[in-house]
C-alpha cells in the first residue's frame, strides 16, 4: 500500500511515517498539498493521511482535489481543530476517517487495516462482477 503523509508539523509527518515504514508500508512525505498534488503525477497513493489545515489550502479543497484525481484513494484526515460539522462535510465527500490530534500511531494504523479490508472487498467485488460479465 501507497501512503502520503502530508502535513507542515515535521515532527508528526516525520515519525508517523517511520512508524509506517517499520511495518511494510511505501510511504511518501510532504510538508504541503500542493507537492502532495504533483507527487500524484508520478504515484498514485492508496491513502493520503492529511492534517486539515494546511499552510496553502484547506482540507476540504484539498480532499476534492485528491477525488478528482481519483476517486478510489482514501483520505484520513488528522486535526487538532474538530468540529463535528466540518467532520461530517469531510465524510460527505469522500473521507474515509477524521482523527484528532494528539493521537497514538495505533489509532492510525487501525483505521489504514481497516482500509486494507475494505479496499480488498472492493477488489474482489469487481473480479467476480468481471467474471459474472464474461460467462
Request: charged share 25%.
Amino acid at each position: 500500500m501507497n501512503i502520503y503523509v502530508v502535513t507542515n508539523e515535521r515532527i508528526i509527518r516525520v515519525s508517523l511515517a517511520d512508524e509506517l515504514r517499520d511495518v511494510g508500508y511505501q510511504v511518501f512525505e510532504f510538508a504541503n498539498a500542493n507537492s502532495a498534488l504533483l507527487g500524484m503525477n508520478n504515484k498514485i497513493p492508496d491513502l493520503v493521511i492529511t492534517d486539515f489545515k494546511l499552510p496553502n489550502i484547506k482540507g476540504i479543497e484539498f480532499l476534492k482535489q485528491i477525488k478528482k484525481i481519483n476517486k478510489n484513494i482514501y483520505v484520513v484526515f488528522m486535526t487538532a481543530y474538530s468540529s463535528s460539522t466540518t467532520a461530517v462535510e469531510a465524510m460527505d465527500l469522500g473521507a474515509y476517517d477524521y482523527i484528532e490530534k494528539p493521537f497514538e500511531n495505533e489509532k492510525i494504523l487501525i483505521a489504514i487495516k481497516h482500509i486494507m479490508e475494505l479496499k480488498q472487498v472492493k477488489d474482489e467485488n469487481k473480479k467476480l462482477k468481471l467474471k459474472l460479465k464474461n460467462i
